[in-house]
């Protein structure tokens, strides 16, 4: 996400410094309401000139339908560490924008209709102090990919948030206080690809159902540093993941059905807290699986370390970017 920034700042940069009619209106906005004197309940945004990116640099305590006056679209819209406590229901009512980053704030809950009937492709609610997202706060979003929650304080996995999400295929809630992942925790889930990262969470616990009613058929799933201590494979029945990431947990067995043969990993990542026994019958599950073992130490038979790529996070919109990214260089050059 920094990474995110940092580029289109630079982006923005070169695009005012160098040229000016290729891509028109590329550029950002800081927007700073002291010098608007507005108060709080009226629109804040109502730039004219177009802009490309807005960045609210100023305390903005609530998101509100009728805080955008704008008559073109955004790419990007930016609220971070604007203290903001409450974004309300259908806030970006009128407004098209393409991201949404809201970080560094205090909003304790997400709540029901946020975010819904919007072209939204990517939104980012990081680091804001989270410990609700309510049923049907991302609802009907036809564009949506990406939905970031890092870094609050979330307890559980609402899967009923995400209502209607064609195009969803990366959740992101590294770094929250999830305990455990319930039954049909990816049921709304209708892309083929599909990532859920919980690395970093408290998670001791996997509903044998957590992926019953998931479309998904090449699911990445993140659950290093979590306190799992023993994990049942009849989660994984039924279905294909193309990458498990089990490491920095403390699991010692495998526990459930290891005949059952209907599903299909293509990686897994785990690290070896096994006995003699329980790694035998690791060794002997993965084998007959076909799946590809990675990071575990085995005293036993051979040792893979790290032979697969690292998994790209934020994978369709940084290449939305590069592909934007390299139209406009096209322009330039052309014009
Ligand atoms: C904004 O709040 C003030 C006082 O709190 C109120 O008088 C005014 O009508 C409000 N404006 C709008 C547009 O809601
Ligand atoms: C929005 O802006 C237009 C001018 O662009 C103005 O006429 C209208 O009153 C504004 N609406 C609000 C709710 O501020
Ligand atoms: C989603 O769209 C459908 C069809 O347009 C509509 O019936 C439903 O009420 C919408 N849901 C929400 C939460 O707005
Ligand atoms: C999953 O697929 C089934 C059958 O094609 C369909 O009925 C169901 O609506 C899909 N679920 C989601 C969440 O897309
Ligand atoms: C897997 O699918 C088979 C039929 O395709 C069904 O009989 C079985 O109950 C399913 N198992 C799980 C764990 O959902
Ligand atoms: C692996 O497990 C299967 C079934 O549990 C068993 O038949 C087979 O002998 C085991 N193979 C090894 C090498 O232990
Ligand atoms: C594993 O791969 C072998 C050889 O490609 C294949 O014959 C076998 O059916 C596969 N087993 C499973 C469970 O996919």
């Known amino acids: 996400m920094f990474v995110y920034i940092i580029r289109t700042l630079i982006f923005c940069h070169l695009q005012t410094s160098f040229l000016f009619q290729a891509c028109t209106s590329i550029n950002y906005i800081t927007l700073n309401n002291e010098m608007n004197r507005k108060s709080q309940n009226e629109s804040i945004i109502l730039t004219l000139e177009p802009a490309v ?19 073109y679209p955004l790419r990007s819209l930016q609220f971070i560490n604007t203290y903001t406590v409450e974004i309300e229901p259908d806030f970006l009512n009128g407004q098209e924008v393409d991201s949404i980053i809201i ?10 209709y946020t975010f819904r009937n919007h072209k939204l492709t990517f939104i980012d609610l990081s680091r804001n102090g989270i410990q609700v997202v309510e049923n049907l706060a991302f609802a009907n979003l036809s564009n949506l990919e990406v939905i970031y929650l890092a870094e609050n304080e979330l307890t559980t996995l609402n899967s009923k948030a995400y209502e209607n999400l064609p195009r969803f295929e990366e959740l992101v809630l590294v770094k929250n206080c999830i305990t455990q992942l319930g039954p049909s925790s990816l049921d709304f889930s209708q892309t083929r690809d599909f990532m ?18 998931s479309n998904a058929t090449d699911i990445h799933l993140f659950l290093e540093n979590n306190l799992l201590q023993q994990i049942s494979v009849n989660i994984f029945h039924n279905h294909s993941f193309l990458e498990v990431r089990l490491k920095g ?17 293509l990686i897994l990542r785990i ?6 026994q329980n790694l ?25 370390n790290n032979l697969a790529q690292p998994v790209q996070l934020q994978k369709g919109f940084s290449i939305n970017f590069e592909i934007f990214f390299v139209i406009c260089f096209g322009w330039i050059v052309v014009t």
């Open 249 to 265: 947990n403390k699991i010692r067995k495998l526990t459930g059905n290891l005949e059952v043969q209907n599903f299909k990993i």
């Open 53 to 71: 990116t807005i960045i609210v640099d100023d305390k903005v305590a609530k998101l509100f339908d009728g805080l955008f006056n704008l008559s």
């Open 196 to 213: 859920l990262s919980l690395s970093h969470n408290r998670i001791t616990n996997i509903a044998e159902d957590a992926f019953k009613g």
């Open 271 to 276: 690290d070896n807290n096994f006995d003699k």
């Open 280 to 304: 035998r019958s690791l060794l002997n599950w993965t084998f007959r699986n076909n799946i590809t073992l990675l990071d575990c130490e085995t005293s036993v038979g051979t040792n893979i």
């Open 103 to 112: 970080q560094e704030n205090n909003i304790k809950v997400i709540q029901t």
